[in-house]
């Protein structure tokens, strides 16, 4: 059983940054294939980015490919979203999960992850 919680989000001038932790509880959890999604107004909920159990490879959205960086802290149990040169298209609710212990690959389907946090909003002023 793996818990997350996301923090770091809020409101950011276009142009700005901000980075968004997820706290996982369970001693498993180095073992887990971690995701960011988010979801906006009206939308469907996409893949952002995601990272290997073991931190050695990353994935992301075209559309936020060069601007976020995804990493992990396997001694905090945190996984980050380092989001630069944000857009008002990047406005959203932004959800960390869980795929499944030792997963081979980086999924982009929601449906592969098994757990989710609550979520952080993300808004982006013009």
């Known amino acids: 059983q793996v818990q997350l919680v996301e923090s770091g989000g809020g409101l950011v001038q276009a142009g700005g940054s901000l980075r968004l932790s997820c706290a996982a509880s369970?001693?498993?959890?180095?073992?887990?294939?971690m995701g960011w999604f988010r979801q906006a107004p009206g939308k469907e909920r996409e893949f952002v980015s995601g990272?290997?159990?073991?931190?050695?490879?990353?994935y992301y959205a075209d559309s936020v490919k060069g601007r976020f960086t995804i990493s992990r802290d396997h001694a905090k149990n945190t996984v980050y979203l380092q989001m630069n040169s944000l857009r008002p298209e990047d406005t959203a609710v932004y959800y960390c999960a869980a795929d499944k212990p030792l997963a081979a690959q980086i999924n982009t389907h929601e449906w592969n992850y098994d757990y989710w946090g609550q979520g952080t909003q993300v808004t982006v002023s013009s």
């Open positions: 990272i290997t159990w073991s931190g050695g490879s990353t």
């Open positions: 369970g001693r498993t959890f180095s073992t887990y294939v």
